[in-house]
């Protein structure tokens, strides 16, 4: 599609002798939202910061439109940060924060002060020039650093899980008013999270990393539906992970019983995990699917209910609107579709870099 | 009835502790020489006061020695709190433990010892102890007004400071010395009033024949106390309260404004 405008080159990182990031090597391009999601200490946040400047690579380079950056003093990158909490000048007004970077570039006082209107108006908080920080919602705040950054004018917009410290609904809201600001102002933003779910709803293109290693990359709807090793589909949502075999392409056994799958080449009778989603469990009569099950716990989630399901020494996760009583015999049934089919790490460090060789 | 006990009780703690003080200050002002009998309103003693040669010089000892103390505390201080943002949390607090150990041990030790010290060391004993004595035990104090203001201190905002394009020096002017200043200024101040109205640590360290207000309060009481003593004694009262009352309204005002 586009071009890449930033890409890192085998980069590494270590600190206290501890690897953080081992030969991270990933593209970004032009005009994408962009989301690194990991768990904690995954070293999502070390390569955001490598991308800003605030952290050197003991190996590895950093490429911006085509020039070597990664010696570069965060002063002189043509991208901004909008930091975990915030990070506003709390002893200057919102309009002086705003101005900030302006006034160190010279900017005339027209230009800025149109700027500072345009940027306020951009996230919905008109007139709010002669307010202190302080006096700001959590929300608020988080939008005026955004405006802060954006009014600089960057090619991409660095956020560091910026709406970590909001609560639910407030974080629902940003998602979609990040969304809309990255459609409008049309750069890149490269999103840090360890939120799946924001993840899935805003990016274009998610990154799933974990123990300093990429561990997939791809569009949200590819990530979740065929995620490539159990560490993905674990952390992106919910799912059933069933060690299994491949007896041939399109048929897979799980837990004693064939299965019609839709994947192709992992062999004949090879070790394969599958993930089965607990949406994708669909619950029917007893012998109208593949294998029985009895109901053993019952939860309302609002939206679905989700059960547990004991079936063939396994306890199946499923997500579903139609009822199915604790006790209640059943049958499970899968489309092929729904069966994704993931090879088995021969080593614990093996499922760590499977993505990366 | 609660509220009125409430009141009285108040009172009561403010008699008490103020008291000793008010009969001091309306004494300045009694022109009688008798303590125990009110002879008229006067000024004579602030007038003898100020007319007092010893007065005038210890009072110049006593300033610059404040001043000079204040100045150099509040530097070594504050880099000190400043350098050890890059330490653990464990080995601060440890450091914290010892600075201030000084700040409770009792003032007699910390002046015989420091007495001990500088004779040792072959220093003569003067104005140059003194000052060195003041700066010692002022340290604690300014290191503990400043380092709350060190550790809060948010690395993101200087971050956020270079990200849009600030130099180093131009981030550190504009988002980290603005945070703890508020702590450098109250430090400062309670490092001044600590030091003119210090007397035991003074009166170990100064030697003969050099002399601070402190001090020759303490020497004039031995020849039987005279009214322009009164009239000193509320000045400094009057100084340091002053003083004080900057020095706890500083920072709150600063927040208020914000």
């Known amino acids: 599609m586009s071009k890449d405008l930033i890409t890192l080159e085998h980069i590494s990182k270590s600190y206290d002798g501890q690897l953080i990031l081992d030969d991270l090597s990933l593209s970004i391009y032009e005009n994408s939202f962009v989301t690194l999601l990991g768990p904690s200490g995954c070293g999502k946040t070390t390569t955001l910061r490598i991308i800003g400047g605030f952290?050197?690579?003991?190996?590895?380079?950093?490429?911006?439109?085509?020039?070597?950056?990664?010696?570069?003093?965060?002063?002189?990158?043509?991208?901004?940060t909008v930091f975990q909490k915030y990070a506003?000048?709390?002893?200057?007004?919102?309009?002086?924060?705003?101005?900030?970077?302006?006034?160190?570039?010279n900017k005339s006082d027209s230009y800025i002060k149109d700027k500072i209107k345009y940027a306020l108006k951009l996230v919905n908080l008109e007139g709010f020039e002669n307010r202190m920080p302080?006096?700001?919602?959590?929300?608020?705040?988080?939008?005026?650093?955004?405006?802060?950054?954006?009014?600089?004018?960057p090619k991409v917009l660095l956020l560091d899980e910026p709406l970590g410290a909001l609560d639910l609904k407030m974080r629902q809201d940003m998602q979609y008013e990040l969304k809309r600001l990255k459609d409008e102002l049309g750069i890149t933003f490269i999103?840090?999270?360890?939120?799946?779910?924001?993840?899935?709803?805003?990016?274009?293109?998610?990154v799933v990393m974990n123990q300093g290693y990429i561990q997939q990359e791809g569009s949200p709807e590819k990530i979740y539906n065929e995620p490539e090793n159990a560490f993905v589909a674990d952390f992106i949502g919910d799912s059933n992970i069933i060690r299994s075999t491949m007896i041939r392409d399109e048929l897979v056994e799980?837990?004693?019983?064939?299965?019609?799958?839709?994947?192709?080449?992992?062999?004949?009778n090879k070790p394969v995990d599958v993930v089965i989603r607990p949406e994708d469990v669909e619950l029917v009569a007893p012998d109208a699917g593949t294998i029985n099950g009895v109901v053993t716990g019952l939860t309302f989630k609002g939206v679905h209910y989700e059960m547990d399901v004991e079936a063939n020494g396994y306890e199946w996760l499923v997500h579903s609107t139609k009822l199915s009583e604790v006790g209640s015999n059943v049958g499970i049934k899968i489309d092929p579709f729904n069966i994704q089919i993931m090879n088995v790490p021969a080593s614990e460090d093996e499922e760590a870099i499977s993505e990366t060789v | 009835m609660r509220k009125v006990l409430e009141r009285i009780y108040l009172a009561i703690i403010l008699i008490f502790m103020y008291a000793p003080i008010l009969t001091l200050i309306v004494l300045s002002f009694n022109s009688s020489k008798s303590r125990a009998k009110w002879g008229g309103f006067t000024l004579k003693w602030y007038i003898n006061l100020l007319s007092d040669e010893a007065v005038a010089s210890a009072l110049f000892n006593t300033l610059s020695i404040a001043v000079l103390a204040t100045i150099f505390s509040t530097i070594i201080g504050t880099f000190t709190c400043i350098a050890m943002i890059g330490l653990s949390s464990k080995?601060?607090?440890?450091?914290?433990?010892?600075?201030?150990?000084?700040?409770i041990n009792a003032d007699i030790v910390t002046g015989i010892s420091l007495m001990l010290l500088f004779r040792f060391l072959h220093i003569s004993t003067g104005f140059t102890t003194i000052l060195l004595a003041h700066i010692t035990f002022n340290i604690p104090f300014v290191m503990l007004s400043v380092m709350p203001r060190v550790k809060n201190i948010n690395f993101y905002v200087y971050e956020a400071a270079l990200d849009l394009g600030a130099?180093?020096?131009?981030?550190?002017f504009k988002t980290i010395l603005p945070d703890i200043v508020p702590g450098i200024v109250s430090g400062a101040l309670?490092?001044?009033?600590?030091?003119?109205?210090?007397?035991?640590?003074?009166?170990?360290?100064?030697?003969?024949?050099?002399?601070?207000?402190?001090?020759?309060?303490?020497?004039?009481?031995?020849?039987?106390?005279?009214?322009?003593?009164?009239?000193?004694?509320?000045?400094?009262?009057?100084?340091?309260?002053?003083?004080?009352?900057?020095?706890?309204?500083?920072?709150?005002?600063?927040?208020?404004?914000?």
């Open chain 1, 191 to 206: 999103y840090v999270t360890h939120d799946q779910e924001e993840a899935l709803t805003m990016s274009d293109h998610i």
């Open chain 1, 55 to 80: 952290e050197k690579p003991d190996q590895g380079r950093v490429i911006f439109d085509g020039q070597d950056i990664t010696n570069l003093a965060p002063n002189k990158r043509q991208l901004n």
């Open chain 1, 88 to 105: 506003l000048f709390t002893h200057m007004t919102i309009a002086e924060n705003i101005a900030f970077g302006l006034k160190i570039k």
């Open chain 2, 167 to 172: 130099s180093r020096p131009y981030a550190f």
């Open chain 2, 91 to 103: 080995l601060r607090s440890i450091i914290m433990g010892i600075t201030n150990i000084p700040m």
């Open chain 1, 254 to 268: 799980i837990l004693g019983a064939k299965f019609a799958c839709v994947d192709k080449g992992f062999g004949e």
């Open chain 2, 190 to 258: 309670m490092a001044f009033t600590m030091s003119l109205d210090d007397f035991i640590i003074t009166y170990f360290t100064k030697g003969s024949g050099f002399e601070t207000l402190s001090t020759l309060i303490y020497n004039e009481v031995k020849r039987g106390i005279q009214p322009e003593i009164y009239a000193l004694s509320a000045l400094i009262f009057v100084v340091v309260l002053v003083l004080l009352m900057i020095v706890y309204r500083a920072p709150q005002a600063k927040t208020k404004e914000k």
């Open chain 1, 134 to 153: 302080d006096s700001l919602s959590g929300g608020q705040q988080q939008r005026i650093a955004i405006a802060r950054a954006i009014v600089n004018e």
